[in-house]
Every structure is written in C-alpha cells, then in structure tokens.
C-alpha cells in the first residue's frame, strides 16, 4: 500500500509495506505536526510578494502556524497562503505593510509594520481578521471597518475619523488653532476663520459694531472697509416705491420744518337784523319808519357767503424729526 498524506496539514500515512516505517513517521508526521502546533516560520518579503510553499510529508511554510513577516520595503507586500480552512497567527516584523490572500479571494485589510493578528481563511478564497491580539483591554492591531473596527494603527490627539469611502476609514489631523472644519469635493477638511470670514463678508457687506471703532480690515485681516451711512439709519429695498427702489439711495431730513401753506375758511351764509326805533308818532315820515305810531321798523339785509384765507408761514424744528436711535459705527465692504 503506498504512502497517503492528510489534506490539510499534509502528515504522511506510510502504507503498511513502506520501509523504513518508524523513520517516515517521526520525520513525515511527528515533526511536522509539532511544527504545525508550536513552530514559527520566517517569511522574507525583500524580494517581492511571498506564496507560501507546500509539500506533501516534509517541511513548507504553509503549515506552520504562525507567520513572521521579515525585511521587505516600506511598500506594501502580499503574502499569498492556499486556499484551505486554516487559521494563522501572523506577525509583520518586516519594514513596511503587508496583506494576507489567497491567489484569487479578498484579501485582509493591510497590516502596517509591527502589527500582529489572528486570520482565518476558507475555501472561498477569502481571509478575514479571526481575532485581535489584546493587551488589557486595548485593541492593539487594527480591526478593518466591515468587522467593526477603524482599520488604523495608531492616532494623535486631536485626530478626527471620517468615511474616505463606502469601506474605509481615514482620520484627519487636528488643525490649527482658531481653524474652522469645512468640506470640499464631499471631504472634511481644515479652514482658517479668516476665509470662513470672508465667505460670510462678500464684497457689499455691511459690518456693524456698537463699540469698536477699528476698521474690519484690521480686526478680520482682510479686505477694504469705508465707514458707511454717518447719520442715517438703513431702510429695506422697495422696487415698488421710487423713494427706495435703487441700493443706497438716500432721502430723508432730520429737520422738522414746515413748508408754507394756505387754510381756506368757507362760510355757509348768515343774516344780519337791525331795528329803527320811530319816533315820530302819527306821522308819515321817511320810508324808513313805520306810520303806525309807536312800531319799530325791522330791517333784513340780504345773506352773504364770505371767503376767508389765512396765510401761515411754516417754521424751523432743528432735529425735531428723529426717530429713536442708537448710535453704532457701520462699515462697508467695498474689495
């Protein structure tokens, strides 16, 4: 009976007429198993990207249980493992970052120098994080985004995280002091609050300070102010009024003064009355006077409507026209 091999760990099983029986187990088997269990194999990634070898009842790489990357460059290399259900214990001692595949399934996230994990492959072709290695209760490696962790090795104070995409994190350094966190292209990035500034101060803009008379080019850093609109108080734009339908059209008096003008008084018509007292008794006298001794004569004069102007001459009321204020200083943008 000729010598078979286990298909995972590729032990020898010596056919039963195999000479040199007792040999081919302790060197075929037993030392391979004890290199599976507890060895560590040496994977040197200098020249490029490593498949691990495999052979049937003697020594390979691919056995071993644990994987120590060594050399290469700061560029990333590939460690290529067979397609078989196995777990590996993997250290990247080498000088740059490294990804554990198969020749055709998803690889592991990039594992940076001087990480270590735990990966398991199947025979899909796929390998995923099997667990991290911890100390306390602090995750050492990092754990890729799809298993819940950030895929990154190491943070600064201040870092902030942000998807760079549907499947990967990526943190942005803290900014400078004062700076303002803004986005562009769909990117959180870093801003000074000058250009936040100026985005809120175009050109035009009115800036308005109850107490500070510095000009806004030296408290903002930016642009060319004019003092604006000494003595007036602003009104909103009517298209419909032509009193203010054009920007910066002024108008008004502070001066109360009333112009000359007419009253004109209508009077509806009246009557006057006057007695003459006759004194001549029994006598026919001047028309004037009744002939009936002792009878007053009444006379009635005709109505009369009576037009009446009267002309008044208007006044001075120097700030008399005011409404309630608050003085402010106000400048204007103008580059």
Known sequence: MADT?????????????????????????FQLIDNAIAGIVDVDVSAGDVTLTTA???????????LRVINGPVSARNVIVPTLNKIYFVINEGAGPIQIRTATGVALAIMPSGSSTVVRVD????????????????????????????????????????????TALSKLPIGATNSILAVSGGIPQWSSATSILQLLHPVGSIYINATNATNPGTLFGFGTWVAFGAGRVPVGFDSTNVLFDTAEETGGSADAVVVSHT????????????????????????ALYSTDAGVNTVITSSTATTGISMNTAGSSGTNANYQPYITVYMWKRTA
């Open 5 to 29: 091999y286990t298909p995972l760990l590729r032990l020898t099983k010596p056919g039963l007429t195999t000479a040199g029986w007792g040999t081919l187990v302790n060197n075929g088997t």
């Open 263 to 286: 009253h004109t008084i209508t009077d509806p018509g009246h009557s006057h009355t006057t007695t003459i007292p006759n004194s001549a008794t029994g006598n026919n006298r001047e």
């Open 56 to 66: 049937n009842g003697a020594t390979d790489q691919a056995r071993y249980m644990c």
């Open 123 to 166: 025979t899909s072709g796929d390998v995923y994080h099997a667990i991290s290695q911890l100390q306390g209760l602090r995750l050492i490696d990092p754990l890729v985004p799809t298993s819940g962790g950030t895929g990154l090795a190491s943070y600064a104070v201040g870092d902030l995280l942000y998807a760079s995409s549907t």
